[in-house]
């Protein structure tokens, strides 16, 4: 009986020693198994490394607290979720509070609190939702504040897009919720902010065109203006540099100092219409004619890998505009009809730059034509729908054909590129075109080979160009419509391009990461809801019964 004593008393002292073992080995050695078929609990190997080089407590207050629909139940669960991931890997560097704007009773302090986030940047989505009195509508705010040590900044989760179920664009928003999440912590606590220059001196877009652009820029970036102007190295320090709707021909020694740029691993990014079209010419008469600009720029990018071509292209799936259809006295009867020349691009590609992104908005685009170019790789971010041509100019360009229904027929160019990437090592332009004695001069130091960099090449310059009212000085939001009064994607296009370019960390690869839909057959359901009903309530009742009576009768046969 001692010795029997003497084991268990052994027995019960060892799992105490492990279990206090185990638990001071976890406090040292943290790991984790995710064991979902699409790793959604798995962070990237760049977001890790961002939230260990954390040195002091970023904080969030997240807007998604209080009575949701299932769908932004799932979204404030798995933003509470990813936080908490964060959290863990951080050190506890990372903490957060989830607050309902809708909690004070008092409905001042309410809108007070509204025109906070809204001023902020935290866009209000209105909910139906169910009360005890019935159906009611809700403002929420389905974003978060982000602080660190002095810095603040906003985060947008919910990621609208036209043509997409609510359903789809919570499921997006979950897929971009790491890479949302992390780069708001990159963006408050990067010590050091890279340089992006906007280029001038070839007629590119002025300050107030690109304002809105340049501002969404600046919480991640120091942006400047700058012109060559044939100064030597001149971009050296720049991290990327934005040519934005040159109409002036760029000469060789501007041309070759930024060859000589990408050759030494600068990025750029290219946003060239090859044609001039433009709507102020229709304001004053119905028809205009599209004529090629000459740049001077055709030899340098087909020597990268491209090629941009002075044609126009026209797509069924396009923005509207207004045409006045009528009077009724004084009034104008205005009537939207679709204008073709303002092609709407949805992306879809996987890849980050473009990846679950709203409709983004194109004027007076042309299409891009790819070259077979050693080292390089090329990814086509945006092309046309599958109703779509081009037209080449000289071309004339007429309001007349909105009262015309087009020929489906005739728009049979489907998927023609607009927006291209190129990575990979590039070949100098200038390579067979300036004297040897000059390449080897060491103030010029020539590269005929780049080393390993990345550029984007986007067939239409008025895509990073927002509406600016000249005689107020009052401007548009980059990407908004002022006609039909939608929000396009072109900001959140350009900051993904440059964000990529300049991304050393490779953080922006977590948009990449695709979450399953899984959503309920909802016929089936209403089909089949007695069945389940049934099922969930009866079966585990009845089977706790026949374990019960199955062991009562073992006993009674063991023991009677």
């Not at 340089?195 to 300050?207: M, N, P, Q």
């Amino acid at each position: 009986m001692n010795q029997r004593k003497y084991r268990d008393l052994s027995t019960f002292i060892l799992a105490i020693v492990s279990i206090v073992l185990l638990n001071f080995i976890g406090k040292y050695l943290y790991y984790r198994i995710d064991l979902t078929t699409e790793k959604r609990y798995t962070l990237s190997e760049p977001t890790r490394k961002l939230l260990n080089n954390l040195d002091d407590v970023v904080y969030f207050k997240v807007y998604l607290e209080g009575e949701f629909p299932a769908g932004f139940r799932v979204l404030r669960n798995r933003t509470k979720e990813m936080l908490d991931e964060f959290r863990a890997y951080s050190g506890n560097n990372v903490q957060y509070e989830f607050i309902d704007p809708n909690a004070n009773p008092d409905k001042g302090q309410r809108k007070k609190l509204y025109r906070e986030l809204y001023n902020a940047g935290l866009q209000p989505t209105n909910l139906e939702v169910n009360s005890n009195g019935g159906e009611k509508q809700q403002v929420i705010f389905p974003g978060a504040k982000i602080s660190y040590k002095e810095n603040i900044s906003t985060v947008q989760l919910l990621k609208s897009r036209m043509g997409t179920s609510p359903e789809a664009m919570l499921n997006n928003s979950v897929q971009d919720l790491e890479y949302e999440l992390a780069n708001a912590i990159r963006k408050v606590s990067k010590p050091e902010k890279p340089v992006v220059a906007f280029l001038g001196g070839h007629g590119e877009l002025d300050s107030m065109e690109t304002y809105d652009i340049t501002s969404a820029l600046s919480e991640y970036y120091t942006v400047v203006k700058d012109t060559i102007n044939h100064r030597l190295k001149s971009l050296s320090r720049y991290k990327c540099v934005v040519i934005a709707k040159p109409d002036t021909a760029w000469d060789d020694k501007d041309k070759f100092i930024l060859d000589q740029y990408l050759m030494y691993g600068g990025k750029i990014l290219w946003l060239i219409d090859p044609v001039f079209a433009s709507m102020d010419s229709l304001q004053e008469q119905p028809t205009t004619l599209a004529l090629p600009i000459g740049l001077n720029l055709d030899d340098q990018l087909f020597s990268y890998g491209v090629r941009l071509n002075t044609n126009l292209i026209q797509d069924l799936q396009a923005t509207p505009i207004p045409v006045t259809t009528g009077m009724i006295g004084n009034q104008p009867q205005m009537k939207f009809f679709p204008w073709l020349y303002f092609p709407l691009l949805f992306p879809e590609s996987k890849h980050p730059i473009v990846n679950n992104l709203n409709g983004i908005k194109a004027e007076f685009a042309s299409t891009i034509d790819t070259l077979s170019t050693k080292d390089v790789k090329k990814t086509i971010l945006l092309q046309t729908s599958k109703y779509s041509r081009f037209q080449n100019t000289p071309a004339r360009v007429s309001l007349n054909i909105l009262g015309m229904p087009p020929d489906e027929a005739q728009f049979n160019k489907p998927n023609l590129p607009v927006a291209v990437l190129l990575e990979g090592k590039f070949e100098s332009s200038f390579t067979d075109h300036i004297p040897t004695a000059i390449m080897q001069m060491p103030e010029i130091n020539f590269h005929s080979q780049s080393i390993s960099t990345a550029q984007i090449v986007i067939a239409d310059g008025d895509m990073i160009r927002n509406g600016v009212n000249r005689k107020t000085g009052a401007y548009t939001a980059l990407g908004y419509d002022r006609y039909t009064q939608r929000d396009y994607g072109n900001k959140n296009f350009i900051l993904n391009c440059i964000n990529y370019l300049c991304d050393d960390s490779g953080l922006i690869s977590a948009r990449a990461r695709e979450l399953k839909l899984r959503l309920l057959d909802r016929k089936r359901v209403e089909k089949e809801k007695l069945k389940w009903q049934i099922i969930n309530v009866a079966v585990p009742i009845v089977s706790v019964l026949l374990l019960g009576f199955g062991l009562y009768y073992r006993r009674k046969k063991r023991f009677g």
